[in-house]
């Protein structure tokens, strides 16, 4: 089955600077890669996507990339805020399935 | 549009005891999954289902659990007999799944946490 990479589990930044989150997949049929957004006692929430016939997506101060050659694709959250501070996820599915496999998670904590 | 609803958003019940969860999708999703989330984890995947039929279910869904999704509308997730290993956060999902998409975006519920005693 498909395995999800996460790193790093833990993360501090200084409020203005820039996160960076990567997640490696090992099923090279995979296509779809969310990112959620889980704050304490909360649902995961969608914060940006991409898929496989995409290289890089933008949404305002957070950007995803993806490397389907080294099948590795990551998360970049630029000009931190304190309310960026949560769980971050990456997840993976590809066509044929509907479940999403999650990564283990990173804890972004954006020091003021 | 209300988003995914989940009910109760906490349970503790004592081992032995079978519960039931419901989660109410966003409204016209075709699509409904159940995830479990243990501490420090992510979310693993349980079971999904295409209006009221249950396709796909994970090694993870052991003969106590079983769900139901009558008239493709909400869904129940009932666990008989808990155990103090079923503990955990129930995350449910929706989406619309169409034709032309290989893959549809799921929307998450604020899952119910369960703790069994």
């Not at chain 2, 993870?60 to 003969?63: E, K, N």
């Not at chain 2, 808990?82 to 079923?86: A, F, L, S, V």
């Given at each position: 089955g498909e395995n999800v990479e996460q790193h790093p589990s833990t993360l501090s930044v200084q409020e203005g600077d820039s996160a960076v989150i990567k997640c490696t997949y090992s099923d090279?049929?995979?296509n779809y890669f969310p990112w959620y957004k889980q704050e304490l006692g909360k649902g995961p929430q969608l914060i940006i996507d991409i898929r496989s016939n995409v290289g890089e997506k933008k949404d305002q101060r957070i950007a995803v990339t993806l490397n389907k050659t080294a099948k590795h694709f990551s998360l970049h959250i630029t000009?931190?805020?304190?309310?960026?501070s949560a769980v971050y996820f990456c997840a993976v599915t590809r066509g044929s399935a509907r479940q999403l496999t999650f990564g283990s998670g990173t804890q972004l904590t954006v020091l003021p | 549009d209300t988003g995914v609803s989940q009910d109760p958003r906490h349970k503790i019940t004592k081992r032995g005891q079978n519960v039931t969860f419901r989660c109410d999708p966003i409204s016209e999703h075709n699509r409904l999954y159940w995830y479990r989330q243990t501490l420090g984890q992510g979310p693993e995947f349980l079971t999904y289902f295409q209006n009221e039929a249950q396709l796909e279910k994970s090694r993870?869904?052991?003969?106590r659990f079983s769900a139901e999704r009558p008239k493709g509308s909400f869904s129940t997730l009932e666990i008989q007999r808990?155990?103090?290993?079923?503990s955990a956060m129930y995350l449910c999902a929706s989406s619309l799944a169409l034709a032309y998409i290989r893959t549809d975006t799921q929307y998450f519920g604020p899952g119910t946490r369960l703790t069994v005693l």
């Open positions: 090279s049929a995979s000009e931190t805020q304190p309310e960026d | 993870l869904l052991s003969d808990t155990e103090q290993g079923d």
